[in-house]
């Protein structure tokens, strides 16, 4: 963003605003029979089954811009639904963007929120269609509705799973947490010392983890080339214990979980280290990794036991056995749902 | 609501708050696959266009909670999306909600919102499939986006009108905005003597509009039995001028509205002098009544000119004649765009 030009949002006026932040929208999914510019979209889904995922943001909960860009905040917040639409096996194409935002927000801000919401719809193919721009007495919200499709035999539900089953997971856990503490870590240490420069180095992966997260859609690619279809599939957005849960829950099933097998990479060790935090749970309950997290029929197990993007971490069981972590050590402990609280700040219907 | 019970969200978390709000859902149409419970809904849409619109409400800025009961609110903004599909000549069957709210809300609270989010569904005949509830650090933020179908040849937008078509508008305007006025007025008396009882008496008309507005499936269901296909149409949320110059921008015309035919009820009119506000200044700028404005081929002429439901308000002209409201003087003053006031909360893509 060029700090020397700030327009106030009225200098221009909502309609300039609008036409600002649409104008260079081209259309990319033969879908998106009508975008933006009219009381609502207009899709064609004739042969596909159409989904719908949402969620909401707001400031000083899901993002703090302390120290999270707008640019990538809006990038987030496409990958984030997008993430969502891909847990059905599905493949995202079109986005709704609702904004509110209070005075203190300038054009050239909105603009660069716009900014990472079309580089992730142009990563992912997605049409921006629709969506609403208004006014908040207090912070940023933003809302965005995914829309995607699929053909109805490969939508991949939470309650497919049955006992026998892997449990598997794309790439690895806890970065996006352990990339959060550190900002806030950086964040109290620049409000006690402004002159002080962050410390940063050698965890660029974290923070990319927490601040530009990708949603798998190559793992939903991969899953059609090599002939997978998963018996249930979630994403991790509240941690692996919450969404474990979930499938077990939804599926009729138990599950133990290896301790040993969680993925996780060098840095998000090394970070929970240096702030002696228990790296397991980052994993379980960090959240906001925005990886895979889906069943197998054994069957499977050939085609994907030497894939790098897939790691088994576990197996369904029957549903009187429970969700349990059997630790290093052997033992069993039951897996905990989340409460509502920082490591946890939504929850999906 | 009952006043005597008020449960903390974090005594029944966050999994138990979902339930709650959810247990109840019955599915009413053949177009929902799967709502509420996995990463996304699934819609089956084979043989029509599918339709989306999204709008976001904010505290402070769209509601007032010293006056606005919170079932009316839930039932209003679902109420205001329903309107955008209906205003695409097409039929609402889904909608999504994302809700954020401070702790300052009790779970009793909540389910009184979305007592009022029922009641819109089932009025309406549509299914509640998804949605995020989350935190807010300020007050309470409801985005909900609505979903719905027609066949292709039956979708209105905002781009059909033809010079010469007739301008016309369902039921009457301004009443939404006066309510809100006397709403306010009452606030204002009740924050300076806490023992003043609101003098409401006579305006429940306006009262409604404001507090409970209808979106006008009615007359889509009209417009069907009529033969009546509209060559444009928006609806009324801004206001009938900013409404009226999206039809001629998107349509390339130019407009004529008579002031004359303007349609108001008695309420709003009294309500205007009452507060010595000129009444045609709320139903051009005043927004919120959510009646649809449309054209229609002269050739229709003869099918609506006898039905109470519609005024015909204007008509159509070349673009270079610009957007005017021709005065009971005869004069012909330009309309003016809406700025973003009070009057004007919102403005959608």
Redesign the interface.
């Known amino acids: 963003m060029n700090k020397e030009k700030q327009t106030r949002?009225?200098e221009v006026?909502?309609?300039g605003?609008?036409d600002r932040?649409?104008e260079k929208i081209q259309i990319k999914n033969e879908s998106t029979?009508?975008g933006?510019?009219?009381?609502?979209?207009?899709?064609?889904?004739?042969?596909k089954?159409?989904?719908?995922?949402?969620?909401?943001?707001?400031?000083?909960?899901?993002f703090n811009l302390m120290y999270v860009p707008l640019k990538h905040l809006g990038y987030k917040a496409v990958v984030v639904n997008l993430s969502?639409?891909f847990?059905?096996n599905?493949i995202p194409r079109?986005i709704?963007?609702?904004?509110?935002l209070s005075n203190k927000f300038s054009v050239e801000a909105v603009e660069e929120i716009y900014s990472g919401i079309y580089l992730a719809c142009e990563k992912y193919g997605v049409d921006l269609?629709?969506?609403?721009?208004?006014?908040?007495?207090?912070?940023l919200?933003i809302?965005i509705?995914?829309?995607?499709e699929?053909e109805?035999e490969n939508?991949v539900?939470?309650?497919g799973a049955k006992p026998s089953d892997l449990l598997c997971v794309s790439g690895d856990l806890g970065g996006a947490y352990m990339g959060l503490q550190l900002l806030e870590r950086e964040n109290e240490v620049f409000k006690v010392n402004k002159n002080m420069q962050p410390q940063l180095q050698g965890y660029d992966y974290i923070l990319e983890r927490q601040l530009k997260p990708e949603a798998r859609g190559d793992i939903i690619a991969a899953f059609k080339k090599m002939g997978i279809q998963p018996t249930s599939?979630?994403?991790i957005s509240d941690g692996l214990s919450s969404e474990i849960m979930h499938l077990c829950k939804?599926s009729n099933t138990g599950c133990n979980l290896y301790e040993d097998k969680i993925p996780m990479d060098y840095q998000t060790k090394k970070m929970a280290e240096e702030l002696s935090i228990n790296p397991l749970v980052a994993a379980l309950n960090g959240g906001e990794d925005y990886e895979l997290l889906f069943t197998l029929s054994v069957l499977d197990y050939e085609k994907i036991k030497n894939d790098p993007d897939f790691t088994i971490i576990g197996h369904m069981t029957e549903a009187g056995e429970g969700a349990n972590l059997i630790t290093n050590a052997g033992s069993a402990i039951p897996l905990q749902?989340?409460?509502?609280d920082h490591s946890?700040?939504?929850?999906?219907?």
């Not at 089954?49 to 899901?62: A, F, K, M, N, Y």
């Not at 269609?129 to 912070?139: A, E, I, P």
């Open positions: 949002i009225s006026g909502e309609f605003l609008i932040l649409t029979v009508k933006v510019g009219d009381d609502a979209a207009v899709l064609n889904y004739s042969q089954r159409v989904v719908v995922s949402s969620d909401l943001l707001t400031e000083g909960i899901h969502d639409i847990a059905m599905a079109q709704v963007v609702n904004i509110a269609v629709g969506g609403d721009t208004t006014s908040s007495l207090t912070g919200t809302s509705t995914a829309i995607g699929a109805e939508l539900y939470r309650s599939m979630i994403d939804n749902a989340q409460g509502w946890n700040r939504e929850n999906k219907q």
